[in-house]
């Protein structure tokens, strides 16, 4: 009997269940990859193959690429050859005539990527930040002074890297070499015999 009591008793007692912890909330997914695009540049000096990143640099990226699509480097020249610094073309014609340019993009330095050797960056007039247009220039030394170095400063705000050179960059340290001087409206610095962009085109398999 008291064992008949004891066991009523135990099974009027409440029963509590160890709490069992809330899962963790699943990790946010990482934001998708933006894939890189691939653009030849067939110059009378040789080929160059640049890779341009998007991820880093969209806006500065889609202005290029439309220019290519337009035809619009075809027949453009390197019309600025500094050799310890850079190569800058995307404008002229042999002859040093401006070809018609888009609006401007807005500034998109300080996105990561730094003026570097080999790397491929938006030229812009230096006092008014959001001014790119068909102008690059290609770095043959690093140049982190290009970089953003005061954001807040039309001349500190730096120059936007959106790609890098992946072939080719023997092509423009022969470039960096050749006998520039004064032409047209160019005091110095244009090369004398015409390094000409005769083709720029978006290789396949990239994003389209």
Do not use: C, W
Not at 15 to 38: I, K
Not at 53 to 75: C, R, W
Not at 121 to 142: E, G, K, Y
């Amino acid at each position: 009997m008291r064992l008949t009591f004891a066991a009523l008793l135990l099974a009027a007692l409440p029963v509590f269940a160890t709490p069992v912890p809330a899962p963790a909330p699943a990790p946010a997914p990482p934001p998708p990859s933006v894939p890189m695009e691939r653009v030849a540049l067939e110059t009378s000096a040789g080929r160059i193959v640049l890779e341009l990143d998007p991820g880093k640099a969209p806006a500065t990226v889609a202005n290029f690429l439309a220019y290519v699509e337009a035809g619009h480097y075809n027949g453009t020249i390197f019309h600025r050859v500094v050799p310890n610094l850079l190569v800058q073309g995307g404008a002229f014609t042999p002859d040093l005539q401006p070809k018609p340019e888009r609006a401007p993009v807005p500034l998109e330095a300080g996105n990561g990527l730094s003026n570097l050797r080999g790397t491929i960056a938006a030229a812009r007039r230096p006092d008014t930040r959001d001014s790119a247009t068909a102008q690059f220039f290609i770095n043959v030394v690093d140049n982190p002074q290009f970089d953003a170095v005061d954001p807040a400063s039309d001349v500190g705000a730096g120059y936007a890297v959106f790609g890098r050179v992946v072939e080719g960059m023997d092509v423009v340290d022969a470039m960096r070499n050749v006998e520039t001087g004064p032409q047209g409206p160019f005091p110095s610095r244009v090369p004398k015999q015409a390094i000409v962009i005769e083709r720029a085109l978006r290789l396949p398999g990239t994003a389209q």
